[in-house]
């Protein structure tokens, strides 16, 4: 049985940080590529940052390029997302999710597992 957990999140003052956590059980961590996504309330889900098998394909959604980091342990089977300068409007529930590729991808449709989420809310 596939699990993907996520830790890390809470509240936190716009300009502030904080590290997600995602770690995984059930599968061949190293073969899937990751992603986190976001969803906040009354909007879509969208993309935030995804990884490849390979630590240097990474790619981030505009809105967060240059102040969230994407990494990944493959000997802890866990994700994570470095998020600094924190801003109100990155106030959302935080999704981790699996996709069984090498390539990371962008779109929610493209990932086989999900995460529960958990909050993060950036107070101004």
């Known amino acids: 049985q596939v699990q993907l957990v996520e830790s890390g999140g809470g509240l936190v003052q716009a300009g502030g940080s904080l590290t997600l956590s995602c770690a995984a059980s059930?599968?061949?961590?190293?073969?899937?590529?990751m992603g986190w996504f976001r969803q906040a309330p009354g909007k879509e889900r969208e993309f935030v940052a995804t990884?490849?098998?390979?630590?240097?394909?990474?790619h981030y959604a505009d809105s967060v390029k240059g102040r969230f980091t994407i990494s990944r342990d493959n000997a802890k089977n866990t994700v994570f997302l470095q998020m600094n300068s924190l801003k109100p409007e990155d106030t959302a529930v935080y999704y981790c999710a699996g996709r069984s590729s090498a390539w990371p991808s962008i779109h929610n449709n493209e990932y086989d597992y999900w995460g529960q989420g958990t909050q993060v809310t950036v107070s101004s």
């Open positions: 990884i490849g098998w390979s630590v240097g394909t990474t």
């Open positions: 059930g599968l061949t961590f190293s073969r899937y590529a």
